[in-house]
Nanobody, 122 residues
Framework: QVQLVESGGGLVQAGGSLRLSCAAS????????VGWFRQAPGEERKFVSH????????NYADSVKGRFTISRDNANNMAYLQMNSLKPEDTAVYYC???????????????WGKGTLVTVSS
């Protein structure tokens, strides 16, 4: 059974930082693209970032470029999202996603975590 478990969310002031972690099990992690999506209240789930198995391709949504950094540790089946210079508009539930193919479309994701809430206060 595939499990993606996020951690690291919480409440932070604008300008602050958080580091999200995603622990994966039940899948051949090193063969999957790992990504992060987020969903704010009343909005659809949106792409944030993804990283290929060899970390050779990394993409970010325009809204987080220069502030967020994605990384992965295949040896330990972990992925991370370092979030700096956080803004109130970054407030959302953040979901870890694993896919066979590179995608920015939530409907194409193969596996999801349950999410972790990030709240940025102004």
């Amino acid at each position: 059974q595939v499990q993606l478990v996020e951690s690291g969310g919480g409440l932070v002031q604008a300008g602050g930082s958080l580091r999200l972690s995603c622990a994966a099990s039940g899948l051949t992690f090193k063969y999957h693209v790992v990504g992060w999506f987020r969903q704010a209240p009343g909005e659809e789930r949106k792409f944030v970032s993804h990283i290929t198995s060899g970390s050779d391709t990394i993409n970010y949504a325009d809204s987080v470029k220069g502030r967020f950094t994605i990384s992965r540790d295949n040896a330990n089946n972990m992925a991370y999202l370092q979030m700096n210079s956080l803004k109130p508009e970054d407030t959302a539930v953040y979901y870890c996603a694993a896919s066979i193919a590179l995608t920015t479309v939530s409907s194409n994701v193969n596996y999801w975590g349950k999410g972790t809430l990030v709240t940025v206060s102004s």
